[in-house]
């Protein structure tokens, strides 16, 4: 079945936008008009960078012009410190070059996601351990002056549990410190499992809490904030829609080795397949979301890898030998 209509039927939301352009890109089996996209291929890591240019890029994607940045580093499940700290760094790195800040800007994190479920508790963990600066910084020492920004962050939590729209606690946030800029770290869905926990999102057009999962909240951007938002984003669960088609596609693509099975499989329909992945996920259907037992862990060792990466960007005074030690 052609995976862009079966996500719509079932209303599953591509976080990724990588994975968007796959998915259109492979249908089309040519460029999307207004897209443009690079890939950089590092020792740990492959960096794809697709940037939307105009109107017609927005409506092929369905997403804001801008620049969408991914780190796919599979290694980061390797329990291996150096690899962590080198995709920190090229996080940073990244980062960086999205934020574009001058010496004197400021900036609020915001980790938007409910920390008393593992999947959702990114943002709050990163906040956890990122190097918050804004209360010390006019009684640092001189000669860390103009080395480590003004950085404040905050962990609104979900409307879920103070009854509150996320947006509207941010705008209160930023109508009172008046940041430069706003980085907001969210927890995304992927379609692909082997991006769970090991690609890293970076986007300049904000963040719409909970869209991969169904419940779409208020955009977070610079259009309802008030000043730039940049979104970092790791996937932690992917659809289980979403596996059950890659998983009836495979063994479809099995039939076509034999003739016999390959007649059967071009008889059958796409609103039979979906039928089927209905009804074995019924009653949840697109609401069943899946994700390692480890997660745990995985939660842990990215957003420390993401309070590396930020602290990195944000604070010259602080080199790649020692932006480890600043860490909570």
């Known amino acids: 079945m052609n995976k862009a209509t079966l996500y719509e039927r079932l209303s599953i939301g591509l976080?990724?936008?990588?994975?968007?352009?796959?998915?259109?890109?492979g249908e089309s089996g040519k460029e999307i008009p207004g897209?443009?996209?690079?890939?950089?291929?590092?020792?740990?890591?492959?960096?794809?960078?697709?940037?939307?240019?105009?109107?017609?890029?927005?409506?092929?994607?369905?997403?804001?012009?801008?620049?969408?940045?991914?780190?796919?580093?599979?290694?980061?499940?390797?329990?291996?410190?150096d690899v962590h700290k080198e995709i920190g760094l090229l996080l940073g790195e990244k980062l960086r070059e999205i934020l574009r800040l001058g010496p004197d800007d400021s900036v609020l994190l915001v980790g938007l996601g409910n920390w008393?479920?593992?999947?959702?508790?990114?943002?709050?963990?990163?906040?956890d351990a990122s190097l918050i600066t804004r209360h010390l910084h006019k009684y640092c020492p001189d000669e860390l002056q103009g080395g480590l920004r003004s950085v404040s962050a905050i962990a609104p939590g979900v409307l879920g549990l103070t009854g509150i729209e996320t947006a509207e606690i941010i705008n209160g946030v930023v109508d009172k410190i008046k940041p430069d800029v706003v980085i907001a770290i969210d927890a995304l869905a992927a379609s692909c499992l082997d991006r769970i926990a090991t690609?890293?999102?970076?986007?300049?057009?904000?963040?719409?809490?909970?869209?991969?999962?169904?419940?779409?909240?208020a955009g977070?951007?610079?259009?309802?904030?008030?000043?730039?938002?940049?979104?970092?984003?790791?996937?932690?669960?992917v659809n289980a829609a979403v596996i059950a088609h890659n998983v009836v596609e495979a063994l479809l693509e099995?039939?076509?080795?034999?003739?016999?099975?390959?007649?059967?499989?071009?008889?059958?329909?796409?609103?039979?397949?979906?039928?089927?992945?209905?009804?074995?996920?019924?009653?949840?259907?697109e609401n069943l979301m899946v994700t390692p037992k480890e997660i745990d862990d995985l939660i842990d060792r990215m957003s420390r890898i993401v309070a590396g990466g930020i602290a990195q960007a944000l604070h010259p005074a602080i080199g790649p030998d020692e932006f480890d030690a600043y860490l909570n």
């Open 15 to 25: 976080d990724m936008v990588v994975e968007a352009h796959e998915v259109l890109r």
């Open 254 to 285: 099995q039939f076509k080795t034999s003739p016999s099975l390959y007649r059967l499989y071009k008889n059958i329909h796409e609103e039979v397949i979906e039928d089927i992945i209905n009804s074995v996920l019924s009653p949840y259907k």
């Open 35 to 81: 897209v443009k996209m690079d890939e950089t291929k590092y020792a740990n890591a492959t960096v794809t960078t697709i940037t939307i240019l105009d109107s017609r890029g927005e409506e092929y994607m369905g997403r804001p012009k801008g620049t969408y940045i991914t780190v796919d580093a599979p290694s980061v499940r390797e329990n291996n410190r």
């Open 199 to 217: 690609s890293i999102q970076i986007a300049d057009t904000g963040i719409n809490p909970g869209s991969g999962v169904g419940n779409r909240r």
């Open 116 to 127: 008393n479920a593992t999947p959702d508790a990114l943002g709050p963990r990163v906040i």
């Open 220 to 237: 977070i951007n610079e259009e309802s904030v008030g000043c730039r938002v940049i979104a970092i984003g790791i996937p932690t669960v």
